[in-house]
């Protein structure tokens, strides 16, 4: 009954932005750390950001510092994502997944569950 869905995406134009939501249902969000991950076709699936229970610690990707925010609001049990100077290669399906066990250095998948269905986010003019 523990369940993320992933809201937001869509597409723009590259150099726009989207706010991606995570929310939760059936559980207290306040008690985990929440990654954000993409993945595009016919590749392996990326960490973009983490962001722990009190947001206390935030990581990125390379790829995306500068570019991304993530957030969180616990009294709404969500995780934002905010994309700003989108590019093509930003085009992926966007997943949030959670932990208990804090935000690792580097944002890999097998660290954790939880996954939500995931949003479409495509970058093209």
């Known amino acids: 009954q523990l369940q993320l869905v992933e809201s937001g995406g869509g597409l723009v134009q590259p150099g726009g932005s989207l706010r991606l939501s995570c929310a939760a249902s059936g559980f207290t969000l306040a008690y985990y750390d929440i990654g954000w991950f993409r993945q595009a076709p016919r590749k392996e699936r990326e960490g973009v950001s983490c962001i722990s229970r009190t947001a206390e610690t935030t990581n990125y990707a390379d790829s995306v510092k500068g570019r991304f925010t993530i957030s969180r609001d616990n009294a709404k049990n969500t995780v934002y994502l905010q994309m700003n100077n989108l590019k093509p290669e930003d085009t992926a399906v966007y997943y949030c997944?959670?932990?208990?066990?804090?935000?690792?250095?580097?944002?890999?998948?097998?660290?954790?569950?939880?996954w939500g269905q995931g949003t479409q986010v495509t970058v093209s003019s």
């Open positions: 997944a959670a932990t208990i066990y804090g935000c690792p250095f580097r944002i890999d998948a097998a660290d954790f569950g939880s």
